[in-house]
């Protein structure tokens, strides 16, 4: 029986072209996903172990603190190690005069333990030299020569505060620097940094030529062992690669976020790459019934048969899961390359782990065995002599289709139960489990309805007269291969679908959000004058409300200026002074309004009256509330004039409340020059997200203040849906695989049914239907299966993304429902496309074969 399935597909190869390619592509997703952990893994292996290239044993705590100093000293004195390093890192500002930057300082080590490699210029030989990273120098145009800070707010070229760049080194992979500059310095510097302090973070050792590793390693252990205790914990000595390895362990905390996340989605494209295998072996076997009735009719026996349909299925799975790994092997390596053309992926590594390439092939194959065995199961029951019938659904009468329902019902039931319970109880864990057990109880069900929709739908296109009717009824001619081929479908719309709804719901219910907390649309924080003659130059930004104004995209703007605080019973808060009329033109909150002998506070003010100690003393104003959370207490400018302006002593008296030293105090500066000013800003209503990210680069350009000090509702909106969309992005890629499969089983399904029917298709062109009307015939046939599939997908997909969405942010803000319209119709129509697409290939087949040849095969 093995010639025999051999032969079949080997004569019939294109009939498993689609069981190839579902099994293909899901394997190839389930192996990339193992092959993106081993990936990952190989290259923080590899940019993490550069760190140790030299050394042969590691010492560290093992609760991550510092090595004491005088391990280091003990370690030193061993037999057979010939150096040691004790690598310290401090961090801080590193100044040019012109531009500050995060730096972190590394301690220079002994040449046999020195990792940094020169490209230009010598290693720091003193305490007030340091070398710098070629890239971060570029971008700071520094060159070896020049003179940086540290954590000064003096300029670079300060007396005593100067540190000379003597070499630019080639830029570390090591995680731990990425974003910041590498500065290679003396242990005085980085020391200075640290309180004085020496902190080794690990101490390195290289051994002697001929030292014995395990003998040098045990001494070393009972050196560290002898090491007093204190609240470090423990010290453990390891080779470099142990070490390596467990920093790699540390920086993922122990588990494989990203992995597990991918499994999910390969999981979904495996289930649907099997809906399409388990449909298309249904067909095979239900097209071959005479040739296996002869079979049986020559002696051989069913499980002889049943092998021989597996044994097809196993060879279909072998070679397609083999090429699945390659195209994901192949996918890996380009994704590779490209990363390493760029910053941060440039120690990116290529690893296909073994167990992605076992996994891979062994799930693909059990995946094609599985799909395939109801399929011989029923190859096995047709009688010797019986001629086929196609497979009819499950009916309620028959015992199968009752447990079917009830399976159904019942996990439709308890699953929305568990999903609504997550959705009122904002419990995502309910939710998920809920959604699942739902959603499986509806794929149970399908064969009730599906046909149903389908046959429903169907009437529509009778009036395209003979092929639209022609259509309709043969779209449900075979109840189970439509509803298998529908149901595959309906599982990527439904999941792309969910997430375009669980983001709309999301993003309308953070915007709702932030237009209750934020009352203004941006606000500009003005340093005072007294802070800013600490900036680089000395200069204070540029910002009055005429320049802000004639800054495209802001539509108003209004000053504010702290004036005075509130009493000492009251909290001490600074209360600013604006002017009404200014004020109204910038406010977006309902009912906002400020007028003179009040104070406008944010709604976390529960008191109704304040005590403000102004300059004629203190007087107590009613409060009025404003529907916002980030709201300063405002008064007008002739309430702050009427209670004698800004206090002597205010600014003393807020920095005593705040804890400021004494030292830092500026003589003769008042509470505005110290807090400086704030400028609340209205944009214009049509400003999109790209638009309020220009205008706030052309703010910082025209004032010169810091994109900190820009920020308000109009930012955090933009922040919050790139987000939502770079997550909705991500997902809606991994699910088109899935979407993909199911769309191939369309394809498979016509593409079978046109084998399948060719007697028929061509007594109708005998009878006068025009090849034209047949192709039509075909594609209306498409249209109907992925359009109600879709449909359905739609439908289920809005109401599981809105209960999600309510079960993950219900409990920060009300989440209603929100339809992306545009997104959604998009889907179906590349689904309703993507359908008739896939009507092309076999209505050509169709319209190819002459009624005279149609006829004559049996």
């Keep these: 029986m093995l010639q025999v399935a051999l032969a079949q597909v080997r004569v019939h190869a294109r009939r498993f072209l689609a069981v190839g390619l579902a099994v293909m592509l899901g394997v190839a997703f389930l192996s990339a996903t193992l092959m993106v952990g081993g990936t990952t893994k190989a290259s923080l292996q590899e940019s993490i172990g550069a760190s140790y290239a030299g050394a042969d044993l590691v010492v560290t705590a093992q609760d991550g603190g510092s090595v004491p100093t005088g391990v280091a000293a003990d370690l030193a004195a061993l037999p057979g190690v010939d150096a040691v390093h004790g690598l310290e890192r401090a961090y801080g500002q590193l100044s040019t005069g012109s531009d500050d930057s995060l730096a972190v300082l590394t301690t220079t080590a002994p040449s046999r333990l020195e990792t940094a490699i020169m490209t230009a210029g010598s290693y720091p030989a003193e305490p007030g030299h340091v070398a710098l ?39 570390s992979t090591d995680p731990a620097l990425a974003g910041a500059v590498q500065v290679l310095a003396s242990p005085t510097v980085v020391r200075e940094l640290n309180d004085g302090e020496t902190l080794y973070r690990n101490v390195q050792l290289a051994l002697t030529p001929g030292a014995d590793p395990a003998g040098v390693r045990a001494a070393a252990s009972s050196a560290v062992a002898a090491a007093p205790a204190d609240e470090r914990g423990p010290l453990v000595v390891r080779t470099a690669a142990e070490q390596t390895v467990a920093e790699v362990a540390e920086f993922s905390n122990g588990s494989d976020v990203l992995t597990g996340v991918l499994l999910a989605f390969a999981a979904v494209a495996v289930l649907v790459a099997g809906l399409v295998i388990s449909n298309t072996f249904s067909v095979l076997v239900a097209q071959r019934t005479r040739e296996l009735a002869l079979l049986r009719c020559i002696g051989a026996e069913r499980r002889q048969v049943r092998a021989s349909v597996l044994a097809e299925a196993a060879i279909v799975g072998a070679v397609s899961s083999v090429l699945g790994v390659l195209l994901a092997a192949g996918v890996m390596g380009a994704l590779v390359a490209l990363a390493r053309q760029t910053e941060y992926g440039s120690f990116a590594v290529l690893a296909v782990p073994v167990s992605a390439v076992v996994t891979g092939i062994t799930v693909g194959v059990l995946m094609t065995l599985l799909a395939a065995l109801v399929p011989a199961r029923a190859a096995t029951r047709v009688a010797p002599l019986a001629a086929l019938r196609p497979v009819e659904p499950p009916v309620l009468g028959s015992g199968r289709g009752r447990v079917r329902l009830v399976a159904g019902l019942v996990a439709v039931l308890v699953g929305g139960g568990l999903l609504l319970l997550g959705a009122v109880s904002v419990a995502l864990v309910p939710a998920v489990a809920g959604g699942a057990a739902s959603f499986l109880g509806v794929m149970l069900l399908a064969p009730f309805f599906v046909p149903r929709c389908v046959a429903a739908v169907g009437r529509i296109a009778r009036p395209l007269g003979v092929p639209g009717t022609l259509a309709s009824l043969n779209a449900v001619r075979n109840p189970a291969r439509t509803t298998a081929s529908s149901a595959a479908l309906m599982i990527g719309v439904t999941l792309v679908t969910m997430m375009m709804a669980g983001a709309q719901s999301s993003r309308t219910a953070l915007e709702r959000e932030l237009a209750e907390n934020y009352a203004v649309d941006l606000a500009v924080s003005v340093p005072g004058t007294a802070a800013a003659t600490d ?7 540029r910002v009055d409300g005429p320049t802000l104004l004639e800054v495209d995209g802001v539509r108003t703007a209004v000053e504010l200026t702290p004036v005075m605080l509130t009493s000492t019973q009251d909290g001490g808060q600074v209360v600013y002074a604006v002017d009404p009329a200014e004020l109204a033109g910038v406010l977006r909150a309902e009912g906002a309004a ?64 705040t804890g400021d030293p004494a030292a830092d105090r500026v ?60 997550l909705l992005l991500i997902v809606t890629a991994l699910l088109a695989v899935a979407v993909l499969i199911a769309l191939i089983g369309v394809a498979n399904t016509l ?9 028929e298709n061509s007594l109708l062109r005998a009878l006068g239907l ?50 992306p319209v545009g997104q959604i119709a998009a889907v179906l129509a590349v689904a309703v496309g993507a359908g008739l697409l896939a009507s092309v290939l076999p209505a050509r087949r169709a319209a190819r074969l002459s009624p005279v040849a149609g006829l004559a095969t049996d």
């Design 535 to 541: 900036a680089p130059g000395g200069e204070p930004p």
């Design 667 to 726: 003589p003769g500066a008042t509470l505005e020059d110290h807090l400086g000013t704030t400028y609340w800003l209205k944009l214009d209503d049509a400003a999109d997200a790209e638009s309020v990210t220009d205008i706030q680069a052309r703010i910082v350009d025209a004032t010169g203040v810091s994109e900190y000090q820009v920020t308000g509702a109009a930012l955090e909106r933009v922040a919050y849906n790139q987000v939502i969309d770079v």
């Design 594 to 657: 400020l007028t003179d002998g009040v104070v406008l506070a944010p709604q976390t003010w529960t008191q109704t009256d304040v005590t403000l100690e102004g300059g004629d003393g203190p007087t107590t104003l009613p409060v009025a509330s404003v529907d916002a959370a980030y709201f300063q207490p405002l008064i007008t400018t002739d309430t702050a004039e009427r209670l004698g302006g800004t206090p002597d002593g205010a600014l003393s008296a807020y920095l005593d409340m």
């Design 133 to 171: 990273d070629e890239d971060s120098a570029a971008r700071l145009d520094v060159v070896p020569g020049d003179t940086v800070a540290l954590d000064a707010g003096a300029p670079a070229t300060s007396p005593g505060n100067a540190l000379t760049v003597t070499g630019l080194t080639v830029p």
């Design 770 to 819: 025009t090849r034209g009307q047949l192709r039509g015939m075909l594609a209306v046939e498409a249209v109907l299966m992925a359009g109600v599939a879709a449909l359905l997908g739609a439908g289920l997909g809005i109401l599981y993304g809105w209960l999600g969405a309510q079960s993950a942010l219900g409990g920060l803000a009300p989440v209603s429902l929100a339809v």
């Design 751 to 759: 593409s079978l049914s046109v084998l399948e029917r060719r007697r």
